[in-house]
């Protein structure tokens, strides 16, 4: 599944006829005659594994709802239940932000791209870990007590754990390697492109300005980030590694769950459809 910023969106229908993509509005269906974007089509969420069939798996399909969320789940669930043969994406931010009314615009995580030095890669889902605990160590400090503080404080501890395996297979295959706080230490942790957006979030959240809902959509891209890196991984990999990563990836899955159980019960609900 790939991600489409709402900037990116015009050249994407520019660069397709309308014969090569299907855009699909998982909202529910007063909130798609409200407004919604020109072209789409209205398949809430939940009624997806019944609708299926009125999508052609040999076009792109862009999935939409109001901030991302909810569309990032079914577009998960249409990926790996239909296994189509056309791209699959979601549109970051939904149509809030493509129609500008963000006061900030969601941070581009930073990808960790899948090469065959498995040492290294190995490093990168560590650095990608650390910036994620990072994250929720910072959002458990400015998160108002009426928010889901147990589940930012337990999404930090399970990043820790992860880190210590991904070092756990490190040392296997490369004994030489150093130990784990001065490596762990030597990591940056940064998990967008500049950094200075999720500062900005952290700061308007601080000020007032934004809710801890809007800190859980990058959440969302933080473990969709390593659910991918993870899947990739696993892929190229065969026996107990390939099985470990397929592991960390369905730990990921449950994390996408979960956060998105705390913005929308039932989107969080679709990825058991």
Known sequence: MKQLWPEEL?????????????????????????????GSICIPALELSSRVHELDPSRKTVFICERGAKSLATAIIFEQ????????YNLMGGLD?????????LPKIR???????????LVSAMDLEKGAWKFYQKLEKVMPQEGP???VRRLAAIEVSHINLLYARLKRIDPKAPNSV????????????????VALLFKGMADGDLGWESLFEVALEVEMAAYELYRGLAARLSGDDADAFFALAQAE????????????????????I
């Open 10 to 38: 015009e050249g994407f229908l520019k660069e397709h006829g309308e014969a090569e993509y299907t855009l699909v509005d998982v909202r529910e269906v007063e909130e798609y005659e409200a407004e919604h974007m020109p």
């Open 81 to 88: 239940k239909v296994a189509p043969k056309g791209a699959v």
């Open 97 to 105: 932000a493509w129609m500008g009314r963000l006061a900030y615009g």
């Open 111 to 121: 990808l960790v791209g899948l090469h065959d030095d498995l040492p290294r890669m």
């Open 149 to 151: 503080v147990q589940l």
């Open 182 to 197: 001065t490596l762990i230490n030597s990591l940056p942790g940064i998990l967008a492109e500049g950094g200075e957006s």
């Open 253 to 272: 899955k449950e994390h996408i769950r979960l956060l998105l159980g705390e913005l929308d019960e039932r989107a969080g609900k679709v990825l058991w």
